[in-house]
């Protein structure tokens, strides 16, 4: 896990966001970004679909699409090649990967991504349900808020329950931490192209 290639893109991302929106360099931007990582935890939550139990259909969408019928550039993110059988969109892999980045912006944010090494601490996957999981990274985003207009002697902890929990939820969620910074970097090169074309 190369958390500081991770925090470095980002990084580059987050410089590029500034320059395209120059009224927020030099602010306080962690009460939007707490924001944007409960949405996009939201979204995520939604494409997984275990929490609906009124529903018969609690299953994550995978799609794919046969070789023969691809027409997608094969630098679309959103489609991985798999050659036994064709191209596969992983909805659920794309929302973990969007919360992502928004942790690591987090992180930049807060300055603790010099202390990248220590963010991960000891995983018991298994031991949570998923949807315990979601919460708690949730409860986290709130902790760190407070922290840090309350108590910012808290303010690392709280972030680093925030990384922990969601890479443990990475996990619960199935996925292999390679397959998440795959995702993570085709979703930054989306986002840098969005900042070129005016998003």
């Not at 190369?2 to 580059?12: G, H, I, R, S």
């Not at 794309?94 to 942790?103: A, G, K, W």
């Amino acid at each position: 896990m190369n958390l500081t290639k991770l925090f470095d893109t980002q990084a580059a991302l987050d410089e590029h966001i500034m320059q395209e929106h120059s009224e927020l360099r030099g602010q306080n931007n962690l009460d939007w970004k707490l924001l944007a990582l409960q949405v996009e935890l939201g979204e995520c939550a939604n494409e997984w679909r275990g929490f609906k139990k009124w529903s018969k259909d609690q299953e994550p969408r995978i799609y794919k699409k046969e070789t023969h019928y691809v027409d997608v550039p094969t630098d679309n993110p959103n489609w991985i090649e798999r050659k036994d059988i064709g191209e596969v969109r992983n909805p659920l892999l794309e929302e973990y990967v969007d919360c992502l980045h928004f942790i690591l912006s987090i992180g930049l944010e807060l300055e603790l991504n010099d202390r990248s090494n220590s963010l991960i601490r000891e995983l018991h996957a298994g031991e949570t349900e998923i949807n315990e999981m979601f919460v708690e990274v949730l409860t986290h985003t709130c902790d760190l808020y407070w922290a840090d207009y309350h108590d910012p002697e808290n303010t690392e902890s709280s972030y680093k329950n925030i990384f922990s929990n969601f890479v443990q939820l990475g996990q619960l969620l199935g996925f292999t931490w390679e397959q998440v910074q795959e995702a993570y970097y085709a979703k930054n090169k989306v986002n840098h192209e969005r900042q070129n074309a005016g998003y």
